[in-house]
């Protein structure tokens, strides 16, 4: 046995070797148990859940939920599914822009691998007659593609090699490299511009998105305004037709005592009592109602998914009559430049433009021809226990002498590299780019049809809204003439100069007027709310700020 392998295979070594396994095995397990909290830190995200029905019990007084309309959209904000999905679509595409980040994601990279092999020697060259090496590579390599275009990589590299072979100069012999390299494009891809327009259409996605849903949950909140004011002229038909039975109530008192007194024919009771069952009939449709109205309202707002909120008493506060001051009604040439500035739909179609000149461009770019510009540079070292050519050891030595020698830059390895790529036909290319002109050119004709969409939303709100006020009037006229009608009515009929068939007649009609006046009040109503949402005022108006991520 030589003085070299006495060394290696002595108690001291092996125990060296038995430290070193130990270390490396407990470092290996350490690691382990961490891989899994750092794989979930950074290579999951975290998950959307479904957030809880929140805000109803800060509305909650003696007379169950107190709600006006801008609480109640704001609670529809917070709590109706349906804004939640609208919202879910934006952060569905939010993943896509975090996709577009992946060509500069770096990328590092270990690799290990240990071969030994025996092989008998046919020449006294090999050393040995049965030549016993061992060869342990190891490797570390890191890339990274740089904001500015340009590709970054470095490695390291790292070799031990041992063998029975008396020729060897170091046994074992430790071998180390560091490489370095950078390519810059010159042409095609130059400052990064194929991978930084997908960056920055997946963002400009973000924000269509945005703007769509912003245009969802606008309509979401109109309807749900309409079922406010559904709710609250169903409240308002119960009043009117409790007056109605009150009315006809007296006059059936009336005719009872008449028909006491040998006045009234015994026939003729049965007119007025028909009218108190009809009357009767329709207060308890109207009831009816107003209570599926108000299911309806829990439902928007969650309150059916909480057990002591689901069967609490609504009390809307908002009257479905106007107010002075209630019309938000603008001039139409006012109304319509701000519709055509400020409307998400609008500024989604503008956005679509400006991301069709991004493809178009990254497309006339890959049309170019491919140039790029390499430098690397490198250093090695060797290092391990010298041996005579007796086989002796002449000094000992390892990873450090290695290490060193490379760190010191005595050995470099450096260069430059061109590469020229010149596509004499490139179809998927010239294809891609005709599809983006012709994209462009669609969204062009989109914009414009947006923009006559919005301009005739705003012009039919404007006549809706104007339309909506003259029928108020009108029906505030027709109520009050058929109030002086009854009342006249009543007074003929206790002097008897009229029928109790007129009598009764004019009671109806003024019942169907005082009907007529609430749908003309909710009608304006919901003209209102639509005309804020043609012109976009809608939630300035209910001062509501609405991010489609976050919520109200």
Known sequence: MSHKERQINSPGARRGRL????????????????????????????????????GLRAHVGPHGLQLSLRQFLLLVLRNDPQVQLARLNVSQTATQALAARA????????????????AP?????????????????????FSERLPS???????????????????????PSISTGLSLSLTEPLLRNRGNLLYKIPLLQAHGEVLIASEQSQEQIADLLVSAAQSYWIAAGARQAIQVQQAALK???????????????????????????AQVARTRLALLEAQASYREALDSLRRLIGADLIPKLRNLPITLEDQPKPQPGDSPRQPLDTA???????????????????????????????????????????SNGLGGDA???????????????????????????????????????????????????????RDRAVMRDQQQSVAQQVRLADIELRMAGSEIKEARLARDLAQKNVDAAHKKYILGTTT????????????????????????????????RRADWTLFSSLRLRVSPLLGP
Do not use: C
């Open 19 to 54: 430290a070193l396994g130990l270390t490396l095995g407990l470092s290996l397990a350490a690691w382990g148990q961490r891989l899994p909290s750092y794989l979930g830190r950074h290579f999951q995200l975290p998950p959307l859940r479904l957030r809880p029905v929140a």
């Open 103 to 118: 060509p500069y994601d770096p990328q590092l990279a270990f690799d290990f691998g240990s071969t030994r092999q025996l």
């Open 121 to 141: 020697q046919y020449s006294q060259l090999g050393g040995a007659n049965t030549l016993d090496s061992l060869s342990q590579n190891s490797s570390i390599n």
């Open 149 to 171: 275009g340009q590709t970054f990589s470095a490695g390291f590299n790292g070799n031990r090699y041992s063998a029975n072979s008396l020729y060897n100069l170091f046994n």
């Open 247 to 273: 009315l006809a109530q007296r006059s059936y008192q009336h005719d009872q005592r008449s028909l006491k007194l040998g006045a009234l024919p015994p026939m003729d009771i049965y007119q007025s009592e």
């Open 336 to 378: 319509l430049d701000r519709a055509l500035r400020h409307r998400p739909a609008l500024r989604a179609a503008r956005r679509q433009l400006l991301m069709d000149a991004l493809g178009e461009t990254a497309d006339r770019n890959n049309l170019q021809p491919e140039l790029d510009l390499t430098g690397l540079y490198g």
């Open 387 to 441: 041996l005579s050519t007796a086989g002796a050891m002449i000094q000992p030595g390892g990873l450090s002498n290695a290490l060193g020698q490379m760190f010191r830059f005595q050995t470099p390895t450096y260069g430059f590299s061109l590469q020229l790529t010149l596509p004499l036909r490139n179809s998927a290319a010239a294809a891609s780019l005709a599809n983006a002109l012709i994209a462009r050119s």
């Open 500 to 531: 109790l068939f007129e009598y009764l007649q004019q009671q109806s009609q003024l019942s169907d007027a005082e009907s007529a006046l609430l749908q003309a009040e909710i009608a304006w109503q919901e003209a209102a709310v639509r005309y």
